[in-house]
């Protein structure tokens, strides 16, 4: 039996209680997946990562959970991470890289007393299909949204820089605030494309420190509403690049969590196909798992 610490980190915010909440757990070289699954279930938040001891070196390995499966790449959990690791592991302020399922990933950490800057730069994006017609009106079933209620000039379309996501644009806050889902469409729809993750966005209400309010839903892989989510912003700000002149100088900040209670803002710099998401967090808890 092995003492493992647990925190209970809030991402993309300095305040408690607000943000995207996530497990870290450290450490965990002798932990099957089958036993950071049921870690993850029993945390019950919507991503849990897992930290491999530390060897000195500039790489840290790390796996993420959902209650329900892996992923390739978490990035409010990689805030969290990287939280931990500086505020707690002894990690100094440099650059550094994160082996994840997802690949060798750039990691920078400005040490500060509290709330460690962190930013992570995401894998090269890519932009996948548009939706078809038909995916289009499931879509909409799914929403339990009309035809007029989207951008018509911003298609829906699959984009990824890691984790891939459904970008769907409103064009009105009230509409993605007030959303009714018909979750086994939704989900229904998720498997058809292979993609789980519904990334929801508006300009409506938008001003120069927000691009856009959004919501993400992924039902489908266990979250069925996540409340501050990094890699969806990283794809939408690359979508953004390629289609609109909303992102000046490379810059974007992207408000999400309003309709849960747990707002959190995501700011993301975006290099030609590349995201870098920057964020802070706090510690809420710390604990202890004897397994």
């Given at each position: 039996?092995?003492?493992?610490?647990?925190?209970?980190?809030?991402?993309?915010?300095?305040?408690?209680?607000?943000?995207?909440?996530?497990?870290?757990?450290?450490?965990?070289?002798?932990?099957?997946?089958?036993?950071?699954?049921?870690?993850?279930?029993?945390?019950?938040?919507?991503?849990?990562?897992?930290?491999?001891?530390?060897?000195?070196?500039?790489?840290?390995?790390?796996?993420?959970?959902?209650?329900?499966?892996?992923?390739?790449?978490?990035?409010?959990?990689?805030?969290?991470?990287?939280h931990v690791l500086s505020t707690k592991l002894g990690l100094k302020s440099g650059e550094y890289r994160m082996q994840c399922k997802?690949?060798?990933?750039?990691?920078?950490?400005?040490?500060?007393?509290?709330?460690?800057?962190?930013?992570?730069?995401?894998?090269?994006?890519?932009?996948?299909?548009?939706?078809?017609?038909?995916?289009?009106?499931?879509?909409?079933?799914?929403?339990?949204?009309?035809?007029?209620?989207?951008?018509?000039?911003?298609?829906?379309?699959?984009?990824?820089?890691?984790?891939?996501?459904?970008?769907?644009?409103?064009?009105?806050?009230?509409?993605?605030?007030?959303?009714?889902?018909?979750?086994?469409?939704?989900?229904?729809?998720?498997?058809?494309?292979?993609?789980?993750?519904?990334?929801?966005?508006?300009?409506?209400?938008?001003?120069?420190?927000?691009?856009?309010?959004?919501?993400?839903?992924?039902?489908?892989?266990?979250?069925?509403?996540?409340?501050?989510?990094?890699?969806?912003?990283?794809?939408?700000?690359?979508?953004?690049?390629?289609?609109?002149?909303?992102?000046?100088?490379?810059?974007?900040?992207?408000?999400?969590?309003?309709?849960?209670?747990?707002?959190?803002?995501?700011?993301?710099?975006?290099?030609?196909?590349?995201?870098?998401?920057?964020?802070?967090?706090?510690?809420?808890?710390?604990?202890?798992?004897?397994?």
């Open positions: 039996m092995e003492d493992r610490t647990v925190w209970q980190i809030d991402a993309f915010t300095t305040s408690p209680f607000s943000g995207n909440p996530a497990g870290v757990v450290y450490p965990c070289d002798s932990l099957t997946a089958e036993e950071m699954l049921k870690i993850s279930r029993e945390l019950n938040n919507s991503e849990t990562a897992f930290i491999q001891r530390l060897d000195g070196c500039d790489v840290q390995h790390i796996r993420f959970f959902t209650v329900k499966q892996e992923v390739p790449l978490c990035t409010h959990a990689t805030v969290a991470s990287y997802a690949g060798l990933l750039p990691v920078s950490v400005e040490s500060l007393p509290a709330h460690p800057r962190i930013r992570v730069t995401q894998k090269e994006g890519h932009f996948g299909p548009l939706l078809t017609d038909e995916q289009n009106k499931k879509l909409i079933e799914a929403l339990q949204l009309k035809p007029a209620s989207f951008y018509k000039d911003l298609p829906v379309q699959i984009v990824s820089t890691g984790n891939a996501k459904v970008l769907v644009g409103l064009k009105n806050k009230h509409e993605l605030d007030a959303l009714s889902l018909r979750r086994e469409v939704l989900i229904a729809l998720g498997e058809e494309l292979g993609v789980p993750g519904f990334y929801l966005y508006t300009f409506d209400q938008a001003d120069e420190q927000i691009t856009a309010h959004t919501r993400m839903f992924s039902p489908g892989s266990g979250v069925e509403e996540d409340p501050v989510t990094g890699n969806a912003a990283g794809a939408l700000a690359l979508y953004l690049s390629r289609y609109t002149n909303r992102m000046p100088e490379g810059r974007a900040s992207f408000m999400q969590g309003e309709a849960m209670g747990r707002q959190g803002v995501v700011s993301v710099i975006v290099n030609q196909l590349y995201a870098t998401v920057l964020g802070q967090a706090c510690t809420v808890f710390e604990t202890h798992l004897l397994l």
